[in-house]
Structures are given as structure tokens and as C-alpha cells.
């Protein structure tokens, strides 16, 4: 991965959903999905194999089942479609998004060390997404394990149907 001065060239600056792909979301996972985005443009790595330098503009949707990454240079000049089975991710989305009920309500009910331990496994649920996200897009798409825990996010955004 290039050092961070290299980084900047390979960057998201704008990301967009489809709202039309979107699952009906409650208030705590639209909170969650708009912390991402907005983490997610102040800091990530996003290197597109072979298309060069950035940075990138880049539009999520779900279709058919699948992931459909739309890559763009800023300003709009498009890079191409990806589309990514969402097969592998079921299980793991199915029992994040258990994870995260039981979250927020330990939040409004639990003590702190429950909150705590629900939290945990939360995130090493999310991480262990997050690395599966990685290794699908290893031979199209560079990320780092930020950039693909904020992708991860939104992912889960689309697969609650």
C-alpha cells in the first residue's frame, strides 16, 4: 500500500447510495449508515486496479442479488461497474445484524459490562465482514481495513430486505 502521501491520489471524496435499493431502515441503522459515509469521505483507501490515480467518486446499489460498485473519477468520468455476489456475506449480515439488536438494546437496558461484551463481539463480527470484503475485491479494488469496515456498513444497508 503506498505510504500516506501516495494514499490521497486513491481515495472515495463522494459516495452515493441508491435509495431505491435500500432496505427500509430503523432511526439506529440510518444513524449508522450516515456515521460511515460521512467517516468514510473524511478518511479511506480506495485504489480501482488499473485505473489509475484519483481520486473517485463512487455509487453503491443492489441488484439482482448483487453489490454493483460504480466507479467514477471525480467530476463523473466513469470507470466501470463491478458487481459482487452478496452469497458470501449472507451468513455473516444475518448474524451482525443480530448482534447489533442485541447492541442497542443492552445500550437502553444493560449494565456496562454487558453493553461491553455485546459490543465486542459486534465489532469482531463486523471486522471479520470487513476482511471478507477485502479478500472479495483483493483482484479489483485495494482497500484498507478502515475503508472496508465503513464499506461493510453500508453493505448491510442493502441486504436488510
Given at each position: 500500500?503506498?505510504?500516506?502521501?501516495?494514499?490521497?491520489?486513491?481515495?472515495?471524496?463522494?459516495?452515493?447510495?441508491d435509495?431505491?435499493?435500500?432496505?427500509?431502515?430503523?432511526?439506529?441503522?440510518?444513524?449508522?449508515?450516515?456515521v460511515?459515509?460521512?467517516?468514510?469521505?473524511?478518511?479511506n483507501?480506495?485504489?480501482?486496479?488499473?485505473?489509475?490515480?484519483?481520486?473517485?467518486?463512487?455509487?453503491?446499489?443492489?441488484?439482482?442479488?448483487?453489490?454493483?460498485?460504480?466507479?467514477r473519477k471525480?467530476?463523473?468520468?466513469?470507470?466501470?461497474?463491478?458487481?459482487?455476489?452478496?452469497?458470501p456475506?449472507?451468513?455473516?449480515?444475518?448474524?451482525?445484524?443480530?448482534?447489533?439488536?442485541?447492541?442497542?438494546d443492552?445500550?437502553?437496558?444493560?449494565?456496562?459490562?454487558?453493553?461491553?461484551?455485546?459490543?465486542?463481539?459486534?465489532?469482531?463480527?463486523?471486522?471479520?465482514?470487513?476482511?471478507?470484503?477485502?479478500?472479495?475485491?483483493?483482484?479489483?479494488?485495494k482497500?484498507?481495513?478502515?475503508?472496508?469496515?465503513?464499506?461493510?456498513?453500508?453493505?448491510?444497508?442493502?441486504?436488510?430486505?
Open positions: 500500500m503506498p505510504d500516506a502521501e501516495d494514499r490521497s491520489c486513491f481515495r472515495i471524496v463522494e459516495i452515493t447510495l435509495e431505491r435499493s435500500l432496505a427500509p431502515a430503523t432511526a439506529d441503522i440510518e444513524h449508522e449508515r450516515k460511515a459515509i460521512f467517516d468514510l469521505k473524511e478518511e483507501y480506495f485504489e480501482p486496479i488499473g485505473a489509475g490515480e484519483g481520486p473517485f467518486e463512487l455509487h453503491l446499489s443492489y441488484a439482482e442479488r448483487r453489490l454493483v460498485f460504480d466507479v471525480a467530476g463523473g468520468e466513469p470507470l466501470g461497474r463491478m458487481h459482487l455476489s452478496m452469497t456475506f449472507r451468513k455473516i449480515i444475518k448474524d451482525y445484524f443480530l448482534l447489533c439488536e442485541s447492541y442497542f443492552a445500550i437502553r437496558n444493560a449494565a456496562p459490562a454487558q453493553i461491553e461484551t455485546v459490543d465486542m463481539a459486534r465489532r469482531a463480527m463486523h471486522n471479520e465482514g470487513s476482511e471478507i470484503l477485502i479478500e472479495r475485491l483483493q483482484d479489483k479494488i482497500l484498507d481495513l478502515n475503508t472496508a469496515r465503513r464499506l461493510f456498513t453500508l453493505i448491510c444497508s442493502f441486504h436488510m430486505r
